[in-house]
């Protein structure tokens, strides 16, 4: 049923033996720090964890096009990434367009190993919900992956940790592969609350969720601060947040928690893609306004190999 590829079949294997394909080969790691000392003037730092958490997880890129483009542009636009992308290895990829063309583009991408997303789900089942979309008809119209809690449902929809919760719920019960978006405002981050407010959504995205659900899930950490503003979160700041995800994860799933993949998601460009991805606990992007490039989306796709 599942489609990931080169993913961990369940909670009892080990990750080492499981992860085929290591996120970045050692060589590509030292050669990220050391690009990055030499362009900072900081010494060369090898960490250990890093190259240790680098081979556990296959890093993972979803675009996140939002209200954007029309159903022909939005499959035009996947045909251009598969093309780009095909020939980069050991990635996982998924597109999340607009509901309406979850099909289109999932047609356009059947021969290909990138996976097709929906935005949001409803957090009801079939039934009288005008203009809603329930897991379970995402699921028909060809969707694998569905993005929820995002943080312009939380802000400008109003979606509270509950509702989440029920989606997250929904999203599994009918074979979705959810992303569960956490992530503060400035006012929190200023205030001092980012982990507080972090851990809450976690915490409560997660409510329920036994090993085979955990293993299902990607964390996106997404600063609402840094969402479309071009204001990116620096790699320390990321990482702290990962970090502490990484121990809550790992709190609620045992050993399945290091292998949950955290993706960093705020301004994701390929200027910055190289200097997010080499942080231990960063294990891919979710990315809105450079996955509406091919050009763009493919370099991400492809960060490290520059
Ligand atoms: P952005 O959006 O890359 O345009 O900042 C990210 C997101 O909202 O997922």
Known sequence: MRRTKGRRSGPEQSPNKTSPVPRLTEAASFRIIFRLSFATGEPVRLDPNLLRDHRMRRPFIA???KMNLSHRDAVRLAEEIHERVSGIPDRDVALCPTFVSVTGVAQALADSRIQ????????TD?????????ASILK???ASVVIIGHSERRHVMGETDEVVREKMGKAREHGLRPILCVGETLEERKSGRTLEVVERQIRKGLEGFGGADLTETT???EPVWAIGTGEVATPDQAQE?????RGWLKELGGAIGEDIRIQYGGSVKPSNVDGLMAMPDIDGALVGGASLNADD???LVGFGNG
């Open 63 to 65: 675009g996140n096009w």
């Open 116 to 123: 097709v997303g929906g935005q949001d789900c409803a957090r």
């Open 126 to 134: 079939d039934g009288a919900y005008t203009g809603e979309v329930s």
């Open 140 to 142: 028909s119209t060809g």
């Open 219 to 221: 964390i996106a950490y």
């Open 241 to 245: 947040v990962h970090a502490a995800i």
């Open 297 to 299: 989306f493919a370099t």
